[in-house]
């Protein structure tokens, strides 16, 4: 079988598994009473059942799993399948500690100390950043600085995906798109291992989006945002990180670009308006779209268009076969959705 038909079954697996599933955990969640209510800086109306990771989770494993049956990873180096299973544990760990938030309401620093355990665990089995490639200066070692980079990517891109989880499929949407400009420069930096997790979390994120784009059947909850966001930090670190090329080590910063550049701005917001960095605000760049006048939609889908965008620009530096007419096209919808925005805005 062609290795590249492994990923095709992992992503539909993904995909099946949570269409299938979520309805289910809908169901459970409304019956146990695990609903996230609205109010305060929440936009939605009505109770909603936030488990929806549960879904996400089980069809990123299960399509791993069936994989891993029919053979798909017996042409990987020991190393790289290591590293599979060490991704998908510690994409276990963060998407326990996001569940057990999503159930009992842990304290922002208990979160954090949870977290950094995690990814210090999973910097152990080998998803680990070991050096860095500047231009004229050639490969640097980072040595101890391993174990605290490691866990800064990590830990940042998990709190980054579940930050922009404010707005119906904006969290599903631009970790799916993310995934899959991931799955596609990893395949063409002959990376299967990394290939293989993107694929089954793209199917898995993508398939979410059938129950949780607007208006919303079902919320992901920190489950799922801590879950994608590791993994997508992770795939980028096994896939790309290592290798020894200054492009191929800026490419999942550029893919993950919007949740980080979201991200940042609003600590330094925070911070300057003398605020605590986690305490919860309404300045997110959903948020300030929302406030400029664009609809919960509209608001989603320039988002998403800016996330393929900076993927497309990923594309193009990785060098893949027509990337530069990709990233052609990724800035003429980019520029074209941004005046409908303008033009919609200047409506209200």
């Not at 009505?46 to 549960?54: C, Q």
């Not at 070991?130 to 174990?147: C, E, H, R």
Request: glycine share 10%.
């Amino acid at each position: 079988m062609p290795p590249q038909i492994y990923h095709l079954i992992a992503f539909l697996v993904a995909a099946v598994v949570v269409l299938w599933t979520t309805p289910d955990v809908k169901n459970i969640g409304i019956k146990s009473g695990n609903v996230d209510k609205p109010g305060g800086r929440k936009v939605h109306e009505r109770p909603m059942v936030r488990l929806g990771g549960v879904s996400i989770f089980a069809g990123t494993l299960i399509s791993l799993l069936v994989v891993w049956w029919l053979g798909g990873f017996a042409n990987l180096p020991p190393d790289k399948e290591w590293q599979i299973w060490g991704v998908t544990l510690g994409g276990l760990g963060f998407f326990l500690i996001g569940l057990t938030d999503d159930l009992l309401s842990l304290s922002p620093l208990g979160r954090l100390l949870l977290q950094m355990i995690v990814a210090a665990g999973a910097w152990k089995a080998g998803v680990s950043i070991d050096f860095i490639s500047i231009p004229t200066v050639g490969i640097v070692d980072l040595g101890w600085l391993s174990l605290p980079i490691t866990v800064v990517w990590l830990v940042g891109m998990v709190n980054a995906i579940n930050w922009i989880d404010g707005l119906d499929g904006l969290a599903a949407g631009v970790s799916g798109i993310a995934a899959v400009v991931m799955l596609l420069v990893s395949l063409f930096m002959h990376q299967p291992a990394a290939a293989l997790i993107a694929a089954a979390l793209a199917g898995a994120a993508l398939g979410f989006l059938r129950y949780n784009f607007n208006p919303a059947q079902i919320f992901m909850g920190d489950g799922g945002s801590y879950f994608m966001g590791f993994t997508l930090a992770a795939v980028g670190v096994i896939g790309l990180v290592k290798i020894p090329a200054f492009t191929a080590v800026i490419l999942p910063y550029l893919i993950l670009a919007v949740p980080i550049l979201d991200m940042s701005a609003v600590i330094l917001t925070r911070i300057r308006r003398g605020r605590l960095p986690w305490v919860a605000d309404r300045c997110h760049l959903h948020h300030r779209l929302l406030q400029a006048g664009l609809s919960h939609r509209w608001t989603v889908l320039f988002i998403y268009t800016l996330t393929l965008w900076v993927g497309s620009l990923a594309l193009a530096i990785a060098g893949l076969p027509s990337g530069v007419v990709y990233a052609f096209g990724a800035t003429s919808l980019l520029t074209y959705t941004s005046w409908r925005v303008w033009k919609r805005s200047q409506q209200k």
